[in-house]
């Protein structure tokens, strides 16, 4: 179990979930509450898809210096080299793949859209 878990791509992609999906916690939480006021919930919820439109338009910098930094941190301690996915490369004839602007672009940005949309 210690090989499958101990590699780069399920660190950054815990980082980005657990970045991401923080974002939904308070809101999760309020909705969960047995007497609801629709007038919180729905500020909580437009308030939340602005967070969200924040990250994406300023991807770029939120990616590398929040979520990017955090897996590295963590890769690190546990003595794994950030890369991207060999076969990601293969498939597509890079011979080298910036692994930051690859989990940005493949990764947090299709995920990031993916919870706006629902």
């Known amino acids: 179990l210690y ?4 590699t780069f ?5 815990t980082c980005i979930a657990c970045f991401l999906l923080g974002e939904v916690t308070p809101l999760s939480r309020l909705l969960q509450t047995p007497t609801i006021d629709f007038g919180i919930a729905h500020h909580h ?23 990017f930094e955090q897996a590295k941190e963590i890769a690190k301690e546990l003595l794994v080299q950030s890369t991207a996915p060999r076969t990601y490369q293969r498939r597509h004839g890079q011979d080298i793949l910036d692994p930051e602007e690859f ?4 990764v947090f940005l299709p995920f990031l859209r993916e919870l706006k949309a629902n």
């Open 3 to 6: 090989h499958p878990i101990n």
């Open 45 to 67: 919820v437009s308030s939340l898809l602005k967070t969200f439109d924040a990250r994406e338009a300023d991807a770029i910098n939120y990616f590398k210096n929040i979520v």
């Open 103 to 106: 989990y940005r672009d493949q």
């Open 9 to 13: 791509e399920t660190i950054i992609c």
